[in-house]
């Protein structure tokens, strides 16, 4: 079968300055995408990701946004737009993880959390979606969580907004999966070198017994972006997490 050949596309990844999103921004590269790295606060991860695109002889550039702001994503698709062309990779990977017990969830952690992990990522998509369908070709894939499925240890401002992810691509996959268009998420679990990772995480409580890597999620997900009859999919990559 063949794999699709993403070199000389566009990419936009959101969250690059994190522990998987350079791992991400890394495949990215090595694969030829000219991406834009979007980042929160930063800057030097997502630049270190530039210098090394331009040591590969791939256009790339970094991005300040955050996600929380609802005017953020449509400019960051313009300004990758401006940059490198309309984007045909769109990865909306950044996320918003603050550990809470339910009952101290408050009105400001939930809405963050929703516009982060949810909103921004349904924003960049309603964006970019048009161009692709018109272009014939393109590859959505969101972050979410195992908390997803499981509910998790972080919270359920966290599990609901991940949840979310995956009713939002249900809808968006089949109204473009005609046009070349592919919509899917990965669900990792307790991936180790992020800031996310909570301290308390165990990894014994995963029937792997240890943590998984950014490169292994990196695996995923460019294997995803590569296959252009996977659509409509949240695969997991959570040491057997779930389901158990
Ligand atoms: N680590 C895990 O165990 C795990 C498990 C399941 C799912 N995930 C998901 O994996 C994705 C990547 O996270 P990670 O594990 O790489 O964690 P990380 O190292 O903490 O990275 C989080 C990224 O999100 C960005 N971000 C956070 N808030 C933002 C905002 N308001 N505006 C713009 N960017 C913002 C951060 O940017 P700055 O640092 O520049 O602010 C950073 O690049 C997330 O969607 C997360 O939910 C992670």
Sequence with gaps: MAETELAGSVGLL???????GTALGRRLIAAGVR???????HAEHAERLVAEAAKA??????LPGDMADPTVPRSL?????????????LIPNAGYAPPRHYTEVDLDTWDRSIAINLRAPF??????????????????LFVSSVAAFTGGVIGPHYAAAKAGLHGLLHHLASRVAADGVTVNAIAPAFIEDTRMLPSTADPSKLPVARFGR???VADLAMAV????FITNQVLAVDGGAYPR
């Design 225 to 228: 972006l590569r296959n252009g």
């Design 57 to 62: 002889g791939v256009e790339a550039v970094a």
């Design 214 to 216: 950014p490169d292994e």
């Design 123 to 140: 924003l960049l998509a309603q964006r970019v979606l048009p161009g692709m369908v018109e272009r014939g070709f393109g590859r959505v």
């Design 77 to 89: 698709v313009e300004r990758t737009t401006e940059a490198l062309g309309p984007v045909d990779v």
């Design 14 to 20: 959101t969250g690059a300055s994190g522990g998987i």
């Design 35 to 41: 991406t834009a790295f979007a980042y929160g606060t």
